[in-house]
């Protein structure tokens, strides 16, 4: 059973796309990150939120506590937007993660 | 910006070697993490570290490993006798506040570990 889904797995688009990655999670949670891999396999995080929306830059990412689920979208999508994107929440107790499988993300110019 | 550090960023090991990952976290950081991900497949946690103890573990965190923090800067993970299924990329992360706060972890970089 997987806490954590996302989807879609594998997602392509042009470059200038509006690109829409979502997850779902099936525990209470406190907050809820999207974390960045980069295909050199470091890992950063981009949000961390709680309740509404949070925007930095061309990201904007959503959550809805009722309906437990989040959206990351990335606007006017460009080569370098090209990664896995990963969403996580911690657990209720203590200081794990419950992490999503990734959403690979190929911007084609 | 502060950054998680991590050293090296890859190694090869044969299989039975004993391993040593590096982490360098925030320096007013206080709760220290390791994660890994075996290719293809998803992060997974392994040890969470507060004063100078393990506060979590999975599972995947056996006998065979252990973290220590030898001085006021460096966060190991130590691997005693690797298997080949140990391949993976290793994930360093640290965190400044306590537990139950919403604050964010910084992960380091990786470290990518083959065992041959």
């Known amino acids: 059973k997987n806490e954590v889904e996302q989807s879609p797995q594998n997602l392509t688009a042009q470059e200038g796309e509006f690109i829409t990655i979502n997850c779902s999670y099936s525990?209470?949670?406190?907050?809820l990150h999207w974390l960045q891999q980069h295909p050199g396999g470091g890992i950063v995080s981009l949000f961390m939120l709680s309740s509404g929306k949070k925007k930095h830059g061309r990201l904007i990412a959503t959550i809805n506590i009722q309906e437990k689920h989040s959206s990351l979208h990335i606007t006017a999508s460009h080569p370098r937007d090209s990664a896995v994107y990963i969403c996580a929440v911690p657990r209720t107790t203590g200081n794990q993660f419950y992490f999503g499988t990734g959403t690979s993300l190929t911007v084609i110019p | 910006e502060p950054e998680v550090t991590q050293t090296p960023s890859h190694q090869v090991t044969q299989m039975g070697q004993e391993v040593i990952l590096r982490c360098v976290p925030i320096s007013n950081h206080l709760y220290f993490y390791w994660y890994r991900q075996i290719l293809g497949q998803k992060v997974e946690f392994l040890v969470s570290?507060?004063?100078?103890?393990?506060?979590?573990k999975s599972e995947i965190f056996d006998d065979q490993f252990s973290v220590e923090r030898p001085d006021g800067s460096n966060f190991t993970l130590k691997i005693r006798s690797t298997k080949l299924e140990d391949s993976a990329m290793y994930f360093c992360a640290s965190k400044q506040m306590g537990r139950g706060g919403v604050e964010t972890q910084y992960f380091g970089p990786g470290t990518r570990l083959l065992v041959l």
């Open positions: 570290f507060y004063n100078n103890e393990i506060s979590e």
């Open positions: 525990v209470g949670i406190s907050a």
